[in-house]
């Protein structure tokens, strides 16, 4: 018997999948892209980014950006993670990505187990949707790869940081070139090691 997910997914309904990439860095802003699929216009080889090598997802986005019926990415700014903590932050910019859709969708599905309070669509969450549906899937390759770029443009103007090799998230080269070189404004200052590193600073100058 077919699942509910299954129906829905089945049901001809307009439906734009919402995921997330960068909530675990150290620096830069969380990317979120929501994709709406064109069921005329299949896109083989859709999976959850984590899954797919770095060629492979750039060679995805590419297509989905032109096959699929709507797309968008959007993200939510350091300063906003820093203000509003990395959930809300990461809310916030899912519900910019919806919002941004050219095409209007009957349905939102959010990879995860949260739904942003900003949504006035019909919304639900799938845990582990970006394995499970197709336009999550698509929707976690767009913030992924959108979000390494940031990263890799970051790692043009400070070398020094290697964010193109860990794109911020608090490896051990990471976290010695921030005791090394100190935080930069693409820091999140919220965030543990760079809070440490800021208060260590503090401390020195009194």
């Given at each position: ?25 150290l620096?830069?802003?969380v990317?979120?892209?929501?994709v ?8 083989a ?18 297509l989905?950006?032109r ?6 990415i ?20 899912m ?14 599905l ?8 900003q ?24 913030a ?5 770029a940031?990263?890799?443009a ?18 051990a ?16 200052k919220?965030?543990?090691?760079v ?12």
């Amino acid at each position: 018997m077919p699942d509910s997910l299954s129906l829905l997914l089945a049901s001809g309904e307009l439906i734009a999948g919402v995921d997330e990439a960068g909530r675990g860095p150290l620096a830069g802003a969380v990317f979120a892209a929501a994709v709406i699929l064109d069921p005329a216009r299949p896109i083989a080889g859709l999976a959850d980014s984590k899954v797919l090598s770095e060629a492979r997802r750039d060679a995805l986005a590419i297509l989905i950006k032109r096959d699929a019926l709507a797309w968008c990415i959007a993200s939510a700014s350091v300063e906003e993670i820093d203000q509003l903590n990395i959930l809300h932050a990461t809310m916030l910019a899912m519900s910019r990505a919806v919002e941004g859709l050219a095409t209007q969708p009957g349905r939102v599905l959010i990879d995860g187990n949260r739904v942003p309070k900003q949504l006035t669509l019909p919304a639900e969450a799938i845990v582990k949707g970006d394995a499970k549906v197709q336009a999550i899937s698509a929707a976690s390759i767009l913030a992924k790869t959108a979000r390494d770029a940031e990263l890799i443009a970051l790692d043009a103007l400070h070398p020094q940081y290697g964010f193109a090799r860990h794109k911020g998230y608090p490896t051990a080269e990471h976290l010695a070139a921030l005791e090394a070189h100190g935080a930069l404004a693409a820091h999140r200052k919220s965030f543990g090691p760079v809070k440490a590193w800021l208060a260590r600073q503090q401390g020195q100058l009194f």
